[in-house]
C-alpha cells in the first residue's frame, strides 16, 4: 500500500499539472472504488480552479476555487497518470484541464478512494478528525509524543502506526525510524525513555524525507505519476532483510506485530 512518501511524491508530480489550472473535463468511468464516486463529482469539478496541492497523512487533496476540495486516497495499487498514451482499463478517473494535460487515476484493485469535502470543514471530515499531528511538520516534538505514549501498554511499534498518534506513518517506515533511533520494536510505549524519544522523532523525519526524494518505495504497483519507479527500498536497512546482516553483523529479525511483519536488530535496537 502506498504510504506517506509516495503521496507525498504523487501530490509534488500532480501539482505542475493542475495548480493554477482550470478542470475542463471530468470522466468517472465506473460507479465506485472502494466506495461510490460522489454523485456531483463530475458538476463540482467541471470548471473549477485548483487553487493548491496538499497531502493529508496517506491522502491526497486537490483543492478548488470553489470551496470544496477532491480527497483521494490510492488504496493498495492506486497510481495517478500523467499524459498517457493511450487509455487502460483501469482508469476509473480522467482529468482534463484547460492546458490539454490529461491525468488518470488508475485502481486496478479498486481499494482506494475519491471524496469531495467542503474544505472549511477538512480537519473535522470524518478520516481527519481524529488524526495525530503530521510526522513532518512542527507539530510533532519529543515532548508530544511523550504525551501521547504516557502510561500505553502497546508495543512502540504498534502505537506508531495509530494514526491518532502519528498521521500518515506505516509499517516499512516505521520499521527504519525504530532502527535508526536503537529502540526495541516490541518495548512497551509508555516505557520509551526521552532520550530514545528525542532520537526517534528526527529519525522518523529523516526516513521519511529521504525515501520522498527518492520517490518513494516501489511496492508491487506504485510508481511515480511521471511512470518512474521510487528507489528508497536501496536504501532500506532492515525493512524485508530477514536473515540478512544487519550493519553490525548480527542477522535482521522478523516478528508478527498486529498481523504485520516487523523487521529488526536484536543487537542494534534496545
Not at 477532491?70 to 487509455?87: D, Q, T
Not at 507539530?139 to 506508531?160: C, D, E, N, T, W
Not at 529519525?203 to 520522498?212: G, N
Not at 521510487?230 to 546482516?245: D, K, L, M, S, T
Amino acid at each position: 500500500m502506498p504510504e506517506l512518501p509516495e503521496v507525498e511524491t504523487t501530490v509534488r508530480g500532480l501539482t505542475r499539472f493542475l495548480e493554477g489550472r482550470r478542470i475542463a473535463r471530468v470522466s468517472v468511468n465506473r460507479p465506485d472504488l472502494r466506495r461510490p464516486f460522489p454523485p456531483d463529482l463530475v458538476q463540482a469539478l467541471t470548471g473549477a480552479r485548483v487553487t493548491a496541492m496538499g497531502r493529508r497523512a496517506k491522502y491526497g487533496l486537490i483543492h478548488t476555487d470553489r470551496e470544496r476540495t477532491m480527497v483521494f486516497h490510492l488504496g493498495m495499487s492506486g497510481r495517478w497518470r500523467i499524459e498517457p498514451e493511450r487509455p487502460e482499463k483501469h482508469d476509473h478517473l480522467v482529468i482534463e484541464t484547460d492546458a490539454g494535460h490529461v491525468l488518470a487515476l488508475n485502481d486496478a484493485r479498486r481499494f482506494g478512494s475519491v471524496d469531495l469535502v467542503a474544505t472549511a470543514a477538512l480537519d473535522s471530515w470524518g478520516p481527519f478528525a481524529n488524526l495525530g499531528p503530521e510526522p513532518l511538520g512542527e507539530a510533532l516534538s519529543p515532548r508530544q509524543l511523550a504525551l501521547a505514549l504516557a502510561g500505553r501498554v502497546a508495543p512502540i511499534k504498534q502505537m506508531l502506526l495509530d494514526q491518532s498518534v502519528i498521521a500518515g506513518l506505516g509499517n516499512i517506515y516505521v520499521c527504519e525510524a525504530l532502527f535508526r533511533a536503537g529502540i526495541r520494536p516490541d518495548k512497551e510505549a509508555g516505557r520509551v525513555g526521552a532520550a530514545a524519544l528525542a532520537r526517534l522523532v528526527p529519525a522518523i523525519r529523516a526516513v521519511l524525507t529521504e525515501s520522498i526524494a527518492a520517490g518513494g518505495s516501489t511496492i508491487r504497483d506504485y510508481a511515480q505519476p511521471s511512470g518512474e519507479l521510487g528507489y528508497f527500498a536501496a536504501a532500506w536497512q532492515v525493512y524485508g532483510r530477514e536473515g540478512e546482516p544487519c550493519r553490525c553483523g548480527a542477522p535482521v529479525l522478523r516478528l508478527v506485530q498486529g498481523g504485520r511483519s516487523t523487521f529488526w536488530c536484536r543487537k542494534c535496537q534496545k
